[in-house]
């Protein structure tokens, strides 16, 4: 059986890199990823708001490096439209 394909949003990772309630299970999350070698997606506006939300309470270089681990850890980081994710979605 395949696994599922999960579809993530900015607060779950804030919680992840802010260490708050809910940090576990997305640990669980990425080691499943990693795991399966399936990706975890995320839109591109949410990837943004992680930025924007890191960057007003930690400041440039903390929410560049964040963004950087979404980039190149389990994440596909989809377009903002759905007619251009869609593609992207049904390959995963």
Avoid: K, Q
Avoid at 23 to 34: Q, S, T
């Amino acid at each position: 059986m395949r696994a599922a394909v999960r579809v993530l949003d900015s607060y779950s990772l804030i919680s992840y890199f802010e260490g708050e309630a809910g940090a576990d299970a997305m640990i669980e999350i990425f080691r499943a990823a990693r795991d399966s070698g399936r990706l975890l997606l995320l839109s591109v506006v949410n990837w943004g708001e992680v930025f924007y939300i890191t960057l007003r309470e930690a400041g440039r270089e903390r929410a560049e490096m964040e963004c950087l681990f979404i980039l190149y850890s389990f994440f596909m980081v989809l377009p903002r439209l759905f007619h251009e994710a869609l593609p992207i979605i049904l390959l995963v």
